[in-house]
């Protein structure tokens, strides 16, 4: 079982940078291919990032391409997501997410882990 704990959501303004972090417990991450999803009130679960096992792949949605970069540190067990230039329609809940593997087809993580979800606000 892996639990996963998001930090670093607030409140900022449009054009503003955040960086979201999430930290592991129980097993190690370098197992796992990681991610970020999203979800806005009223709207699906979106995919923002994903990262396979040595970080040599990268996928983003196209909603933050070029403004979001995801990385991951297995040494230390955590998986960030750096957001810039922000804007009021990044507003939502982030969710950090592991998954077994990465799929090279759907170029995304299909998650058997979640955390408890970060909420970000971003202000026009």
């Known amino acids: 079982q892996v639990q996963l704990a998001e930090s670093g959501g607030g409140l900022v303004q449009a054009g503003d940078s955040l960086r979201l972090s999430c930290a592991a417990s129980g097993r190690s991450l370098s197992n796992y291919a990681l991610g970020w999803f999203r979800q806005a009130p009223g709207k699906e679960r979106e995919f923002v990032a994903a990262?396979?096992?040595?970080?040599?792949?990268?996928y983003s949605g196209d909603s933050v391409k070029g403004r979001f970069t995801i990385s991951r540190d297995n040494a230390k067990n955590t998986v960030v997501l750096q957001m810039s230039s922000l804007k009021p329609e990044d507003t939502a809940v982030y969710y950090c997410?592991?998954?077994?593997?990465?799929?090279?087809?759907?170029?995304?993580?299909?998650?058997?882990?979640w955390g408890q979800g970060t909420q970000v606000t971003v202000s026009s």
């Open positions: 997410a592991a998954a077994r593997a990465i799929s090279v087809t759907m170029k995304r993580i299909e998650p058997d882990y």
């Open positions: 990262i396979n096992r040595s970080g040599a792949i990268i």
